[in-house]
């Protein structure tokens, strides 16, 4: 199984974004707030997957999530009181409590896809494309000038 758009970046695959040593640290947290996190405002890459896996995973027509190597996250709160779906390498992350979907551990764990709805702080990168449209929830219309893709990036 996949967890958190785990499948969706290729190796290869060229991502920008902000790469600063000195960013700003940003805040999240779940819904009832027993879970806290701190990230740093560094993120290498932003989209919106649209795959029923993370449709269903948030509950949304979609899934905008920022992606930054793993140790640039840190819990500051309720680390015990997360919901840990998948293994220790890679998995998305709720909270037990509320359910919220925090962030995913991706790419052989080495990443992790923060769920941008869950920052407090709002984070200096945008996404910057959709995938997997070809998914996509047919009551969902895709309203904005972001390039879009069937799959992966750079899948027509």
């Keep these: 199984m996949r967890y958190g758009c785990v ?6 695959v060229a991502m920008t974004g902000s790469e600063n040593s000195n960013a700003r640290i940003l805040t999240g ?7 806290r996190y701190e990230v740093a405002d560094a993120f290498s ?23 930054i ?43 992790v896809h923060v769920a941008m709805g869950t920052l407090v702080d709002a984070p200096s990168i945008r996404p910057s494309a959709h995938i997997f449209v070809g998914s996509k929830a047919p009551w969902h219309e895709i309203t904005d000038d972001l390039p879009q893709y069937r799959g992966h990036i750079g899948d027509a």
Excluded at 48 to 56: E, I, L, Q, Y
Excluded at 58 to 65: E, L, V
Excluded at 79 to 95: K, N, P, S
Aim: hydrophobic share 30%; proline share 1%.
């Design 69 to 111: 190597v793993q140790d640039q996250l840190r819990l500051v709160r309720g680390e015990d009181q997360r919901l840990i779906y998948g293994d220790a390498t890679t998995h998305d992350a709720h909270c037990a409590r509320c359910g919220s979907l925090l962030y995913s551990r991706v790419r052989d764990g080495k990443w």
């Design 29 to 35: 947290e779940c819904y009832c707030g027993a879970v």
């Design 7 to 12: 499948s969706h970046l290729r190796q290869g």
């Design 45 to 67: 890459y932003a989209m919106n997957c649209h795959c029923s896996n993370c449709r269903r995973t948030t509950g949304s027509a979609f899934k905008p999530f920022a992606g």
